[in-house]
């Protein structure tokens, strides 16, 4: 679980993050959902530690991080697996290699004990036969599974997915959704996922958080978002024909 306690963050003296609170649970998948520039990116960097805090607190289970220094942090960060926009799959490795990349980084596991993770991780995204295939040679919704096993190379307690369906077709990222939801329930992870694809929202939003201007406007799930009489929330979740339609607008 991950908590974060009245949060505060600005840039050049600009207030982009006022008085967050908010709660992320383990063994399930905790949307955080905006505007582009509400803040919803700089909460996920604030909460890596990407970013430093004004003030407020940031806990993952009981240890609290945003006051660790660099070597304490990162043994927590040992606990993160990072799901990127985009992939960030490094191009001149091959598939196995990328997999096994935060192995070779965080651990002392001999090469046959690596290559039975990846292997592992790759089964466990539906990857087979596809070790030696560089990031070149395989589809966008290849890439984004590849990029899940590393993710969970090292087991990890929490997942960071930073717009997880960027430049996926609807079926994959409907495909990417759902594992990415497998998975948090299988290994009992903390899954926070930064997005604005409704889709998603709809499809695995056990736990929504909507950030506007800076602040937490809204939380709920997907079970009652759309019955919400939260104005800059329907503008938002509403904002196409198409969902005004269906929502009779």
Request: proline share 2%.
């Amino acid at each position: 679980m991950i908590t974060v306690r009245n949060l505060n963050k600005s840039f050049d003296g600009r207030l982009v993050l006022e008085g967050i609170n908010a709660t992320f649970e383990k063994g399930k998948t905790n949307l955080i959902i905006g505007q582009s520039g509400s803040g919803k990116t700089v909460l996920l960097k604030c909460i890596v530690g990407l970013h430093e805090v004004d003030s407020g607190e940031i806990y993952y289970n009981d240890t609290r991080f945003d006051n660790l220094n660099f070597k304490d942090r990162k043994k927590i960060r040992q606990k993160i697996g990072m799901l990127f926009q985009g992939s960030a799959l490094f191009d001149s490795a091959t598939v196995e290699e990328n997999v096994m990349f935060p192995l070779d980084m965080f651990t002392s596991m001999s090469h046959e004990e690596k290559l039975d993770r990846v292997n592992f991780c790759l089964k466990r995204v539906n990857i087979i036969n596809s070790n030696h295939l560089y990031p070149a040679e395989i589809s966008g919704g290849m890439k984004k599974r590849v990029a899940i096993a590393r993710a969970i190379a090292l087991n990890p307690e929490f997942l960071f997915c930073d717009e997880p369906n960027s430049g996926l077709d609807p079926k994959t990222a409907v495909v990417i959704d759902q594992l990415i939801k497998e998975i948090t329930e299988e290994f009992n992870i903390t899954t926070i996922i930064n997005t604005h694809d409704m889709n998603s929202v709809m499809g695995i939003g056990d736990k929504v958080i909507f950030i506007y201007n800076g602040k937490k406007w809204w939380e709920g799930s997907k079970d009652n978002i759309l019955d919400s009489d939260n104005k800059e929330l329907n503008d938002f979740v509403f904002s196409t024909e198409l969902t005004r339609k269906i929502k009779g607008l």
